[in-house]
């Protein structure tokens, strides 16, 4: 499958990538198959589609688990993009709220890596931005990509 660049010096990835939201949040959670979303997602990898994305307040964490346990021994075949700046406050009505801050969004990355099982994320990004929080906050200070 060709492959495109994400930015000027991003990873390379399929122009096709896996929105894995809906395996475990927004679309009748009552119905949900983790064996068959884990077949899903490495399927798409066998198929060429390496850019998964997830995110922290996608069934409360569940989302990276179920991601995690998919790419687990294939790491190397997947693109992670997973999201911070929300906080679920009622996983039932799906109730939650914008924090931007620096600590939150450095606690919410290191739970994403754990759930996740992996030692780095590859396109980290804001849900939703946090008016109440100056960007430069939010960013801290710049780090150089590993790719």
Known sequence: MEKRTL???GPRVAPIGLGCMGMSWGYAESRRDDDTSI?????ALDAGVDLL???AVY???HNEHLVGRAIA????EAVIATKGGLVVDDLATKQMHRDGRPETLRRQVEDSLTRLGIDRIDLYY????????PVEERLG???????
Do not use: E, K, N, S
């Not at 077949?39 to 399927?43: A, E, L, N, P, S």
């Not at 021994?73 to 190397?76: E, F, L, S, W």
């Not at 849900?127 to 929080?133: E, I, K, L, Q």
């Open 126 to 133: 804001l849900h939703r931005v946090d008016p109440a929080v």
């Open 59 to 61: 069934g409360d964490g």
């Open 73 to 76: 021994g294939r790491r190397d």
């Open 141 to 147: 200070r710049p780090r150089r990509p590993r790719y």
């Open 7 to 9: 930015g000027t010096a």
């Open 53 to 55: 994305d997830t995110a």
């Open 39 to 43: 077949q899903v997602i490495r399927r």
